[in-house]
C-alpha cells in the first residue's frame, strides 16, 4: 500500500468550480498505472510527476471546456459517444434464461452450432493450370503407388497434407472452384485432378471425409448460453441507446419532414 504525505500533494483551491481535487483513491490508480507499464512502483520524484501531469491535464481539459474548444470536434465527440456506450454495457447484464427458454432458443439458433463437413487431404501441387507434368504425375501415381508423391510438382507454400478442414476454410486458402471440386471426391487411396485453384493446379487424394454434424443441445449447452448472453446484451444495448436518443428532439436542416 502506498503512503502519501499530504503536503507534496496539496493542490489549493477555494472549493469553487475551479477545484482540481485528486483523491487517494485517484494517486493510488496512477501509481498502479505506472507500475503496471514500468514493472516497478513509482518513487517520490516520480510519484510527484504524476501528480503534476494529471494536474495539468485536467486543468487543460478543464479550460478547453470553458471555452467550448470540444463543440464540434467530431474526435471528442466519439470519444465522449464511445465511453457512453462502454458504460450502457457495464449496465447491460440481463438476467440468464430459464432451462425451456434456452432449449427453445437453441431450436431456433441450432445452426449456428452445426459442425461442418471437414476434409483430409494431400494434394501435388503445380504452379501452371496448364502443366503438362500434372497429367504425367497423376499417371505415374495411378500406376506406380509407390511413388513418392511428395517429390511430385512444384514446391508449394504452404502445406502439402491438410487434416479435418473445413471447406470455408478450404476455399479460403484454395478459392472456391478448389473447395467445391474438392467437396465431391470421395475418401480413399486414388489421385484425382488436376483441381484449378486460385494458386494453381493440384493433384488430390482425400484420405478422410467427416460429414457435418448438429450437437444435441446438452453436449454444446454452456456455448448456447454464452451465446444467448451475448445476444441479449446486444439487445440490452440497443434499447438503452434508443431510450438515450429518445429523449433528444432531432433536426435536420433542409431534411424533408
Known amino acids: ?10 493542490i489549493p483551491s477555494n472549493g469553487g468550480e475551479d477545484t482540481i481535487r485528486l483523491s487517494r483513491a485517484d494517486i493510488e490508480r496512477l501509481a498502479s498505472l505506472y507500475a503496471a507499464e514500468t514493472g516497478a512502483p513509482p518513487g517520490p520524484d516520480d510519484l510527484r510527476a504524476l501528480v503534476i501531469d494529471q494536474v495539468e491535464t485536467l486543468a487543460l481539459a478543464r479550460e478547453a471546456r470553458r471555452l467550448g474548444l470540444e463543440d464540434g470536434d467530431v474526435v471528442v465527440e466519439r470519444r465522449l459517444a464511445q465511453k457512453m456506450r462502454f458504460m450502457v454495457d457495464d449496465l447491460a447484464n440481463p438476467a440468464d434464461p430459464g432451462p425451456a427458454e434456452l432449449r ?11 459442425l461442418p463437413a471437414t476434409f483430409s487431404f494431400d494434394h501435388v ?4 493450370a ?4 500434372a497429367a504425367q504425375a497423376l499417371t505415374t501415381l495411378e500406376t506406380r503407388p ?17 487434416g ?25 487411396t486414388a489421385w484425382h485432378g ?15 471425409v467427416s460429414p457435418a454434424e448438429s450437437p444435441d443441445f446438452e453436449a454444446v449447452r454452456d456455448d448456447v448460453l454464452e451465446q444467448w448472453r451475448a445476444e441479449a446484451r446486444l439487445r440490452a444495448n440497443a434499447k438503452a441507446v434508443s431510450d ?5 428532439k432531432v433536426e435536420l436542416e433542409g431534411a424533408a419532414p
Open 130 to 133: 496448364s502443366d503438362p507434368r
Open 146 to 162: 509407390s511413388t513418392d508423391w511428395l517429390g511430385q510438382g512444384d514446391a508449394f507454400m504452404l502445406q502439402r497434407q491438410y
Open 104 to 114: 427453445r432458443w437453441f431450436d431456433e439458433n441450432h445452426a449456428r452450432f452445426d
Open 125 to 128: 501441387y503445380f504452379r501452371q
Open 194 to 208: 488436376p483441381l484449378n485453384s486460385a494458386l494453381g493446379t493440384h493433384l488430390v487424394r482425400v484420405t478422410k
Open 164 to 188: 479435418a478442414l473445413p471447406v470455408r476454410e478450404v476455399a479460403r486458402l484454395f478459392g472456391t472452384e478448389f473447395a467445391e471440386a474438392l467437396a465431391t471426391l470421395p475418401p480413399g
Open 244 to 248: 438515450i436518443v429518445a429523449r433528444y
Open 1 to 10: 500500500m502506498l503512503v502519501f504525505g499530504a503536503a507534496p500533494f496539496v
